[in-house]
């Protein structure tokens, strides 16, 4: 027994003689000598199981002076007080750490002891391992419980309470991954996966789209010539008629009042000379056909102004209407007009 102390207190003391590279400024010489005083102090005090006493002793020495085996003293410690927690950590820290080649050899030795054991520990705490897709491991931060973790810890685990906790990874060019996990005392560490995606694209802001070519709009078809009124004709040719027939009367109606005119003169009241009485009748004649020519113009002028303003159909739509015919009779005192439509 007193020759494993001998030797704990050998290595411990050799490791405190050398810095430790990532060390701050090194430390003075009496620094050194207060550390190596405090850390022989709490391996003596932990080999006598006073742990608390034991941690803070080599707390205190590595506020002196950094060295590997402080830390995996320490990590012992609150193993053996029941915080594996606190001990995960402590282990993790020894074992990622870069230490040099030229460093002393009971730091390499302390970090080969602290990797075994982490090992052993590893199935009897509560935790988990890490891993984030996505995005490079160098750009990535991961947060568990709102506290940064190193990305160079993720593949030890982290060790957690019993409870609830949130885990988040996060990098500049994608949307967080979050993610709650709820651990257990003793369950081991589980593994979780979060994936890094790209943000996605906003609806105010879409992506650019390649410019399209212009569409040559059809050119419309010139309208097509309106069908020809099939009215128009016979409503030409019964509108001359009309004309005709009314010229006609006015001028059998002139002879007639001169021809009056002259019987007038020559007559008493009722009575006629016997020589003026052809001239009567003739008068007569003259005035009934002026009459009938009167009517018959009427009647045609304005059925040749109906036939011109009827509305034209297409041929599909009503069949072609007949042609109309007009045609008239005189006699001696007399006039007949006739005519289909």
Do not use: W
Request: proline residues 9%.
């Amino acid at each position: 027994m007193r020759l494993r102390a001998f030797l704990l207190s050998t290595v411990l003391i050799g490791a405190v003689a050398c810095p430790a590279p990532a060390a701050e400024p090194e430390a003075s010489e009496q620094d050194r000598d207060a550390a190596r005083s405090l850390a022989k102090a709490g391996i003596a005090l932990y080999q006598q199981s006073r742990h608390e006493e034991a941690i803070s002793r080599l707390r205190s020495a590595e506020k002196l002076f950094h060295a590997p085996t402080h830390l995996l003293y320490m990590a012992r410690a609150h193993a053996k007080l029941g915080r594996l927690v606190e001990a995960h950590q402590l282990y993790v820290d020894v074992v990622v750490e870069d230490i040099p080649n030229y460093a002393a050899p009971a730091f390499h030795k302390a970090q080969a002891t602290a990797r075994e054991e982490l090992a052993a520990l590893s199935g009897k705490v509560g935790g988990v391992i890490i891993a984030v897709t996505g995005a490079p491991l160098d750009q990535v931060e991961v947060m568990v419980d709102g506290t940064s973790v190193p990305v160079a810890r993720l593949p030890h685990g982290v060790a957690l309470d019993s409870g609830e906790h949130q885990i988040e990874a996060r990098s500049a060019k994608t949307e967080p991954a979050q993610q709650s996990l709820q651990v257990a005392a003793g369950q081991g560490l589980v593994h979780l996966e979060l994936v890094l995606q790209a943000p996605a694209t906003s609806a105010s802001n879409p992506p650019p789209t390649a410019p399209t070519a212009p569409v040559a709009m059809p050119t419309p078809a010139p309208p097509a010539d309106p069908p020809d009124h099939p009215l128009f004709t016979p409503g030409i040719i019964t509108l001359a008629i009309g004309g005709a027939a009314l010229a006609a009367g006015g001028i059998t109606g002139g002879l007639t009042l001169a021809q009056a005119s002259d019987i007038k003169a020559t007559c008493n009241d009722t009575q006629c000379p016997p020589d003026q009485e052809s001239e009567a009748n003739s008068a007569k004649t003259l005035g009934h056909v002026s009459t009938t020519m009167f009517i018959v113009g009427g009647v045609a002028a304005a059925t040749g102004i109906v036939l011109l303003l009827m509305p034209s159909s297409s041929p599909s739509e009503a069949p072609a209407p007949p042609q109309p015919t007009l045609g008239a009779r005189l006699g001696a005192g007399y006039g007949q007009f006739f005519g289909t439509f």
